[in-house]
Each structure stands twice: as structure tokens, then as C-alpha cells.
DNA sequence: TTTTTATATTTGTCAGACAAATATAGGTTT
DNA sequence: AAACCTATATTTGTCTGACAAATATAAAAA
């Protein structure tokens, strides 16, 4: 006796009706803004219930691939999700990966100081006025004595956001912005106490002048100055740190 | 009469939940590996049924954040998606903007070769014998004659995975191993009839042999050389595209 | 004609039940 | 005593049927 052992699909129905109706979405078969069969209707041709229609809609529409509503001329209609969605979603992911000790510092930084000498360049090149407005909007703004270090943090953030914006590029901006968004304020709070302001906007000036000059080779220069700055601030608090704890451990043996 | 009109949540409960208990697991409150409640004890505390329980824990799951098991000992558990889950949701939020049409060929080609320059320095500077090999072992692929188009495709990503992978940089593998695999493919549609094999192949040799010898100059400038002739095959395509578009024309005005 | 009201449709939620998987404890066999 | 089977309890997975809530459309009233 030699039966043919199937491979047994052991996943969830909910999970396979959303997988497929996943794929359908992504290679276009279900056209944007189309509308899906009602639930009830979907629970019939899959040959399933309708709770089990309704779990994988929620799975869908946790990635924002589906949308519902309610009432007649309702439904659950295919919906791509927007830029925005996506780059919040890339964003948590890196996040996650900072969070859970994947990237460590230094990776940060190498890969900051890299990327971002790109994006000044560009930057340099492509700019618009548009752009220039919004690096001097965040000029001004952190050079206000008053601002508390999460306001100045804040604005650091929407500085570097607004040179990758200047690149015109979106698979740049794209990447970017999680990259920024999820490492910058990492790098903050580790060193945000050994770091001066004045010299930090002051590096922000001549970035922004190169900027705005088109300078590409000042621009990248003058970003990799900022790197090298925020680079040592990181080996000292460091030191600061193993410090602290070989004073903890002396202090521990005393007890 | 002044009522104080509240914000009234119109968000279904499911939805809520899902954030609720989002939050907590990405703010640590829910620690990696712990059991949530059972679905009849959360349903109890929410004071809801147990169906919308399920339906924020499928929107949880669809994200990676829970694994549910059945049995006793079984139950929700917390879940941080692993860098592969990540990275695939990643590449597939690439895909889509590549697929709405919001990366134009120039963006994708511009990044690309901006990005995948810094790869090819870093790695010849960071590479290790595992990457050697994984290099040679693609171009050996590459090399052999009876290979099919999709299959010279499919080996073309890998080498360049393998020479981001040789960087050694978890962030930059991170952000290119997404850009690669959902970048790489829309170029070789676009222009696998106008590159010619040999050539490709003679460039990867030179990158491999920069890398080999730990040249991270000449690694940078192979690269770039392959990119010239990239975008010089893409401008060919381009103009077969327009020719043939323009033939088109003609002959629906001779109908 | 405009406004209101009824109605039908579709998703959102609930309740209770059974099925399937599976760890644990206890019993059986060797 | 050790290995293997078996019953059982527990938890998720699914089903059925029902009602609630939202809402577009059509009908009725002003």
C-alpha cells in the first residue's frame, strides 16, 4: 500500500483566504478601488463561514490592502495602501530591529554616514526653493534659545528629513525617512548629553549653505564633518558609561 | 442644553484592541515569548465576545506580533517578527510603490547606482571568505551556457545580495536586500533583450575580483561601469519603445 | 421641490456549540 | 522499570444563526 502523503496544509483557513486573496491584489488581478464579492457571498464560494471570510479581511486590512464599509453600496473594496502607510509601516520595522538589538550603534552610524552623504549630494544638485525653505524654517527654529532638547530633537529629525526631501528622489526619500525617522532619535538619546547645540547648528549652517550654493562636494563635507562630530560624541559617552559601571561594581564590592 | 460631545470612537472594537494590544507588545509592556490571556479570558476583560478577540489577534498575526498554537500550553504568545519578515514586508511595499507607477526608471537607477556603489566599497572592504564564495559560486551559475533568461535573472540578484550581504552591515542589508529584490526585476524586464550576457558577466568579474583583493576603489568604479552600461541598454529600450510606438501610429492611420 | 421616513443591504458584533490539535497524566505492556 | 499507548483537559479553529449599526436608495409626506 503506497498512498500519495500530501503535504497536509495545516494553515488556517482565514490564513489561506487571505493569502490568496493577497496575491490577486499585489499582481493586479483585483484592480484598485475594485469591490469584493460581500462576505456572505465570498463565505459561500471559498465553501467556508463567514467569520472565517471576516478573519482574513482583517488580516488584509491590518496591511491596509483592503478598506470596508458599511450599509448598501458598502462592502470591502481593494485598496493599495498610500506612500504614507507604507513608509509608517517600514519605519516601525526598523524600530523594531533598533529595539530588539539587531542594529547596533556603530551599524547605525556607518550606514547614516553613508547614506546621508548621498542624500546631501543629491540634495546639492536637485534642490528647489521649497526645499531651502524648509531647511531655514528649521535653521531658525533651533537656534531659539527657549527650545526644550525633545523640541531641538524634533527639528534635528525634520532637518535631515527635509535634505532627503531635497534629493527629488522617492526610492531615496522612501528608505530615508525610515532610516532617519527610526535611527536619528537613537542616536540622540544615547548622546544628546554630551552634544553642544551651537556646534550642531552650526554644522547644519554650512550644510544648509552648501545646499543652497550647489555645492555637492561642500555638502557631502560638510555632512561628513557633523558624522565625524557625532561619532566621537558616541565614543565618550560610551567611555562615560563604562565608567559608570566600573564605579557600580566597585561600589557593589564595598557592600 | 450643552451636552459635552464626546470624540465618539467610530473604530470597530477588533481594531481597537489590535492597537491596544499593538502598543503594548511594541512598547515592551508585553514582553517577547509571554502568553497572553486566553481568548475567553481577554473577551471577558474587553467585555466583548470572543470572535472580535480573534479578529484583532489576526490583524496582530498578519503583523507578525502573535503566534497562536492550539492545546493546552497553547494560547497566543507575543511574537517580534524575525528580520526575514521584516524584510519581506519591506520588499513588498517597494513593490507596490514600483507597481503604482510612484518610482520612475530614473529614481530606481539613480538610488541604485548611488546605493549599490557604497555596497560594493564597503564590502570590498568588510567581505569575508563566505562571501567570496557565495560570489563565485553565482557567477559560475552565470557562466553556464544552457542557463534560461529567468534563471540568469534570479542568479543576477542573488550576486548582488551577496555583495550587499559582504558589507557586513545589518542596516544597509536591511534597506538594499528590499531594493534589490524588488528593483532589480523591473530593470531586467524592461531592457534583458538589449544587455548582452558576456558583457554582465565580464562586469560581475571585475566587482568580485575588486572585492577579492580587498580594492575598494576599483569595486566602486566596476560597479559604476556596469551601471553605465545599464542605463545605456535602458536608453535603448526606451527608444525601440518610441520607434515602435511611432510604427503603431502609421499603420492606425492607414486603417 | 424639498424634507423626512421607511427599507434593504452590508458590515460589525454576539452567543453557543463542536472540531482539531496537543500537552499532561495515568494506565498498559514488555 | 521503561517504553508505549490512551484518556482527558485545555486552547485555538471553525461553524451556525442571530441581531445591531451604518447607510444608500426609494418612497412618502410636507
New interface residues.
Partial sequence: MSIAIKPLVTESL??QI?EILREAI?N?TLKIDEQLPTEYELAKKFNVSR?TI???F??????KLVRSRRGPSGGTFVC??S?QD?NS??T??????V??G??SLS??A??RR??EK?CCR?AATNRDDQNLSQLTTELKIQKSPELNDEEFCASDVRFHRAIVDATQ????K??MFA?IEA?QPVTNLIIFRFRKREIIIDQHQKIYEAICNKDARAAEQAFSQQMDYLCEQYRQAQEWRAQRDREKVIKDREK
Avoid at 482583517?58 to 496591511?63: C, G, H, N, S, Y
Avoid at 516601525?92 to 530591529?97: F, S, T
Fill in positions: 482565514s490564513k487571505a499585489l493586479g467569520p471576516r478573519e482574513a482583517k488580516q488584509l486590512a491590518a496591511q493599495h495602501p506612500n507604507l509601516s517600514v516601525a520595522a526598523v524600530m523594531m530591529l529595539n530588539t539587531e542594529f551599524n547605525i556607518e550606514s553613508e547614506l548621498i543629491l528622489n522617492p526610492v531615496l522612501f528608505m532610516i535611527l
